[in-house]
């Protein structure tokens, strides 16, 4: 039988700490809660109110947003509401980045409550960029709710716009604080199409 080398005492670290933690799971299950009690962390709520029964350091924008801390709130309008606090979001972004930048971050961990609501408004500003393109402004934009609904061969070409906007959005995330962490929530049910084999364990977004 082989001598086992057990180590005998602590060692250094050998690698660095990643700087992107993604926590997934079922609804109401305790995530926001979770990252909430981390030292050091600031969790950025995404939908108003959704973590008004817990206590840490929460920045809730969209409630903000209602207060009228990033302007003028357009209550009466459903997508206006939902341009404005993204507005608010990526204005909060280069805030941080600009503070982290000058060596004076806001926190060490900036927790991101979710990454289903960055998704959404990542579907948007993929649709906003492309009506900006020429190609946009032609009659191939005219009438377009969604990126996706880009007609072609192999599929869509709006997935390249959605693909490039999220990119850029975890660029700003990633760069915002020293470390990210994203929740996310799971799907309830997923079929494999050849195997017929249920899952729940797959992320609730698009493409993953």
Request: proline residues 6%.
């Amino acid at each position: 039988m082989p001598d086992i080398p057990y180590p005998t005492a602590p060692r250094e670290a050998i690698d660095t700490n990643p700087q992107l933690l993604v926590l997934y799971g079922q609804h109401k299950v305790g995530k926001t809660e979770c990252v909430a009690k981390l030292p050091g962390c600031l969790t950025l709520v995404l939908r108003a109110h959704s973590a008004d029964h817990l206590s840490g350091n929460l920045m809730d924008i969209g409630t903000l947003c209602e207060a009228g801390a990033f302007g003028k709130f357009p209550a009466d309008n459903q997508a206006a509401r939902e341009q404005h606090i993204c507005a608010a979001y990526l204005s909060t972004l280069e805030d941080l980045y600009q503070r982290r930048t000058a060596g004076k971050p806001v926190a060490d961990i900036i927790a991101h409550d979710d990454i289903g609501i960055v998704e959404d408004w990542v579907f948007d500003l993929a649709l906003s960029n492309f009506l900006a393109t020429p190609m946009g402004k032609s009659k191939l934009g005219e009438g377009l709710r969604r990126i996706t609904d880009l007609p072609g061969q192999g599929g869509s070409p709006g997935w390249a716009y959605v693909w490039e906007e999220f990119d850029r959005m975890m660029w700003r995330i990633r760069r915002a604080s020293p470390k990210a962490v994203v929740i996310a929530h799971m799907r309830d049910k997923v079929v494999n199409k050849e195997t017929g084999e249920v899952s729940d364990t797959d992320l609730d977004l698009s493409g993953k």
